[in-house]
Nanobody
Framework: QVRLVESGGGLVQAGGSLRLACAAS????????MGWYRQAPGKQRELVAT???????NYVDSVKGRFTISRDNAKNTVYLQMNSLKPEDTAVYYC?????????WGQGTQVTVSS
């Protein structure tokens, strides 16, 4: 088990930036991958970005070139730097930790981008 706590969400104007953080209650080396997902009202949860233990990253096409996922192993924390935000990025953002067939989730943090 692991506890994941997200922070850094908020209200920002289009074109602005936010940095999300996900603090894990134990070493993130325990997990095959860490990631960020989001869920907008009336829509399914979707993958935003993932990062493996080895540092390989993957992004959904809609955020490529604008978002950057990173990890600080010493702090057991994963970040999502979000630049050039758009209204369509508005959603609840969830941190995810994956180990083999098991998924662990944080409680989510709201990101709202105004036009």
């Amino acid at each position: 088990q692991v506890r994941l706590v997200e922070s850094g969400g908020g209200l920002v104007q289009a074109g602005g930036s936010l940095r999300l953080a996900c603090a894990a209650s134990r070493s993130i080396f325990n997990f095959n991958a860490m990631g960020w997902y989001r869920q907008a009202p009336g829509k399914q949860r979707e993958l935003v970005a993932t990062i493996t233990t080895g540092g390989s990253t993957n992004y959904v096409d809609s955020v490529k070139g604008r978002f950057t996922i990173s990890r600080d192993n010493a702090k057991n924390t994963v970040y999502l730097q979000m630049n050039s935000l758009k209204p369509e990025d508005t959603a609840v953002y969830y941190c995810n930790a994956q180990k083999w067939e098991n998924d662990y989730w944080g409680q989510g943090t709201q990101v709202t981008v105004s036009s």
